[in-house]
């Protein structure tokens, strides 16, 4: 079962017993999201947070309405948000959309207030995914500022070692910030 994995990712953070994992799950909810669906689009506000059961999403933001620049790709075992807006409730200026058609559980940030009060430890669960977030961030970063597209692709297989074969090149090279051609040419080169 999908959900299970909801668990086993929780219990790598903090320590819930069945009934404490029951009340959080009480708290969230499932939806599936259909394939180009968007969950979030530039201007709305986020407020939900959400743990990817099945599927694939692009964070991104668009420069001028016509180019997206992807921050990241989101796939099973990972929480999607835009947390800026999420904290602050000012408008997004992120994109959030499904590639695939997926399957997510979701909370509310007054639902997640709640069970913050209700299950004081599901701080440190959400303390310890955003420090590992920042952290992935920043490599992230570091890696675009300094490493050739040569490099930055190698690091894109290891990362998402499946992906590959689940969405558009040009979704890759967007990730990349590159151009189609030049991912062709890179994948030749290292072929």
């Known amino acids: ?12 953070h903090i ?27 530039e201007g709305e506000i986020c407020d939900f947070e959400g743990y990817i059961l099945e599927g694939c999403f692009k964070i991104f ?3 001028d309405n016509v180019k997206d620049h992807i921050l990241y790709f989101a796939i099973e075992d990972w929480w999607v948000l835009d947390i800026g807006s999420f904290v602050s409730g000012n408008p997004s200026k992120l994109n959030i959309q499904a590639l695939e058609d997926s399957k997510i559980i979701t909370i509310t940030k007054e639902q997640k ?15 310890l995914m955003n420090q590992k977030a920042l952290e992935s961030i920043q ?3 570091i890696s675009m500022l300094n ?26 090279a967007a990730y990349l910030g ?6 062709s040419k890179i994948r030749r080169k290292l072929l």
């Open 1 to 12: 079962m999908k959900e299970n994995r909801f668990y086993e990712n929780i219990k790598k």
């Open 15 to 41: 320590d819930l017993s069945e009934s404490e994992f029951a009340k959080l799950s009480s708290f969230y909810h499932v939806e599936e999201i259909q394939k180009n669906q968007m969950l979030l689009s």
């Open 61 to 63: 933001y668009k420069e």
């Open 113 to 127: 207030e709640k069970l913050y009060a209700e299950i004081p430890k599901t701080e440190r669960l959400f303390r």
């Open 139 to 141: 490599l992230c970063m």
């Open 147 to 172: 490493k050739t597209a040569d490099k930055r692709y190698l690091e894109f297989k290891a990362k998402y070692p499946t992906l590959e074969q689940r969405i558009p090149q040009h979704q890759i």
């Open 178 to 183: 590159i151009s189609h051609e030049f991912l």
